[in-house]
């Protein structure tokens, strides 16, 4: 890499940084601009118009609450409906309207319902049930989960942690009866039955029933049931008395599930990076919506067609909402909608779930919830492959954090209650194992040193540019007859690349981490900020985060340290690129975890001092004469190249069989 090339690659980054300055100033101004417009015509009575114009405001600044309250009033005055605008069709663009755009259509038609036509009105309440961990509200209106609320957890402004929470969420069977009437569970009043007061697991399993009554005399219960000290919920679905209202052919219902997912953690882009859907394939492995490939693509909707599954999961950086099946659900057709970023939600989740039905007067469908944490120890208990919620990486990356990383992490937690220290003395016992390779690396590189000087030699021997093959060939003769590889020094650093891979997905999905402070940090699952910026800077962020100042600041001075002299100015562009790289991190990890930058910081501390030891125990003088007694010895040839050459003598003519 030369000097224009670095250069390029300066500028390009000054050319983002003044549009994402230029364009902030921009929508500023274009957005005072068409309200003022706006005001104008709305001052006149031009009412239509004013309309358009706010809206076309709001498309630059969507949250911005009186423009919205000015296009409200214009629909009523205009006779239109009355709900948020729609300001972006392909995502969510407000609070508002993310809750009307799901909240069932009322029915207008009262026989729409047949049997169940009385219930389509009903009294409103919410009902709880909770244990120890949780608490969940049951709403009249669906007899659905209407919200849940994790007690020994709070969000990064210290509010509890709710999953979900409003009539946005949709929970429902969807069937026809045989008198062919369409039946939305989710749009009908249920009652409670035997209902006092809060419902509570303290030493034993506790229920709620909520009933919905047909006119036949039948009904549904859903039926919710938690065990103290679990986050497992089951759910029983008992449909009686309706086998003359439910056609005898109908071996499956439609499960219709929708859901939105708040922002809980400060660092809403590392969050958004682990939210998403995923489903466990029956008798098969965890997939997601979409698979690696659709995620790159960042698509804001994602659908997908499904067969038979165990579970499908609503999942954020490190909580999920899972519904389960108790034998397998027949089908399902998934979808996944992005948020605005200036909404509270990150995504908006559909499921419409095929669910075994057997026919009958007494039939019942069970399945269960699990409301809680992403923890990989807690979830791998219930033998369902909940942990791989837990993203830990692919293939060698997640053996890895499994077997290894998490066992020791799992361990120290048991002793030790400070975090700081726990990543600290991991990052020891990490670098302990691997000081063998570091140590191999470390004389490859001292080698490479005590060479130098014959390199050069070979420089000025060939300095003609057509001459660069016969260099290139007399510099690795020279390796070879001195006994020593080029490459020594780098394979050693890449078998402990997976290593540094596996941190980068241990510690940003660890919830354990979560709001344990150390140092200036007072949570270590998100970035450490030391200083809040006015403005946005393309990729780095809106904050500096001192903990990556510090990661950046090591590794240079590691590289410095460690980078062996020889061999640059063969390469003087690798030189550029190995101090450019600490960079392009720094600006990569300032909004991920501080328990990451944390570890790199430590483990690069750590490569320093060990590079200090092993020089103070390595004589380059004793490398220099053992490389000079190499070159003396008539180089060995391999048996494959001893029969080339004697095959060469015979020309060309194949060697006699022993």
């Known amino acids: 890499m030369d ?40 001052a006149a009575g031009n009412y239509d118009e004013a309309r358009e114009s706010y809206i076309r405001a709001l498309n630059f600044k969507p949250k911005d609450q009186p423009t919205i309250n000015k296009v409200m009033e214009l629909n009523t005055r205009l006779g239109l409906r009355t709900e948020t605008p729609q300001i972006q069709a392909a995502t969510v663009t407000s609070d508002t309207a993310a809750t009307a755009s799901a909240m069932p259509v009322p029915v207008t038609d009262s026989n729409a319902y047949g049997v169940f036509s009385a219930r389509v009105t009903g009294e409103e309440g919410l009902y709880t049930l ?40 949709v929970f429902g069977f969807k069937f026809f009866t045989v008198d062919n009437k369409p039946i939305r569970t989710d749009e009908l009043y249920f009652a409670p039955v035997d209902y006092n007061g809060t419902v509570t697991a303290t030493s034993g399993p506790a229920s709620l029933t909520m009933r919905l009554e047909a006119a036949s005399g039948g009904y549904i219960d859903y039926i919710y049931t938690m065990l103290p000290g679990e986050y497992m919920v089951n759910f029983e679905s008992r449909f009686s008395g309706l086998a003359p209202v439910i056609p005898a052919n109908t071996t499956s219902m439609a499960l219709d599930w929708k859901m939105y997912i708040p922002q809980q953690e400060k660092g809403r882009q590392n969050e958004d990076m682990y939210t998403g859907l995923k489903y466990k394939v029956y008798q098969e492995g965890v997939e997601d919506l979409g698979g690696v490939r659709m995620q790159r ?3 804001d909707v994602v659908s997908e067609s499904l067969m038979k599954t165990d579970w499908i999961a609503y999942k954020d950086q490190f909580f999920s909402s899972v519904v389960i099946a108790e034998d397998f659900f027949i089908n399902a057709a998934v979808k996944s909608t992005n948020a605005n970023p200036t909404s509270k939600y990150l995504r908006f989740f559909e499921s419409e779930i095929g669910v075994p039905y057997t026919h009958g007067d007494n039939s019942t469908v069970n399945m269960k919830f699990y409301f809680g944490p992403n923890s990989f120890t807690l979830m791998k208990k219930y033998d369902m492959q909940l942990e791989e919620l837990v993203f830990l990486g692919r293939n060698i990356i997640r053996w890895i954090n499994q077997f290894v990383i998490i066992p020791i992490f799992n361990v120290l937690d048991n002793f030790i209650v400070n975090y700081g220290l726990i990543i600290l003395i991991l990052t020891l016992i990490i670098k302990a194992v691997l000081f063998p390779l570091t140590h191999k690396s470390f004389i490859s590189q001292a080698k490479m040193r005590v060479m130098k000087p014959m390199v050069d030699e070979l420089a000025k021997k060939y300095p003609k540019q057509e001459d660069a093959m016969k ?68 990729m780095y962020g809106d904050h500096v985060s001192l903990f990556t100042l510090l990661m950046t600041a090591s590794t240079l001075i590691s590289t410095k340290i460690t980078n062996p002299s020889g061999g640059q100015e063969q390469m003087p562009g690798m030189k550029t690129m190995m101090y450019l790289m600490p960079v392009m991190f720094m600006l990569i990890l300032n909004n991920f975890s501080a328990g990451l930058t944390y570890y790199y910081f430590l483990a690069n501390v750590i490569t320093i001092i060990q590079t200090q030891v092993s020089r103070r125990f390595v004589n380059e003088n004793e490398i220099l004469k053992k490389i000079e007694e190499n070159r003396k010895k008539p180089v060995k040839k391999s048996k494959w190249q001893q029969r080339l050459e004697e095959a060469s003598k015979r020309g060309g003519r194949p060697l006699p069989k022993k």
């Open 471 to 538: 260099k290139q060939q007399a510099t690795m003769d020279l390796y070879k007859k001195a006994g020593v590889s080029p490459m020594g020094g780098c394979l050693p650093m890449l078998l402990q690349m997976p290593i540094l891979f596996a941190m980068f997905r241990f510690f940003p999905t660890s919830i354990e981490l979560r709001h344990q402070g150390f140092l200036w940090a007072k949570d270590l699952s998100t970035y450490d900020s030391i200083l809040d910026l006015p403005f946005t800077i393309p």
């Open 130 to 169: 909770e244990n120890d961990l949780m608490v969940m509200k049951v709403s009249a209106s669906g007899g659905k989960p209407y919200s849940v609320m994790l007690k020994n957890y709070t969000t990064h402004d210290g509010r509890p942690v709710v999953l979900f929470d409003g009539d946005s969420t």
């Open 3 to 42: 000097r224009n090339t670095v250069t390029g690659i300066i500028l390009i980054f000054l050319i983002f940084l003044g549009f994402s300055l230029y364009n902030n100033h921009r929508t500023g101004k274009f957005f005072e601009a068409e309200t003022e417009y706006a005001d104008s015509l709305y």
């Open 297 to 299: 693509q960042k698509k």
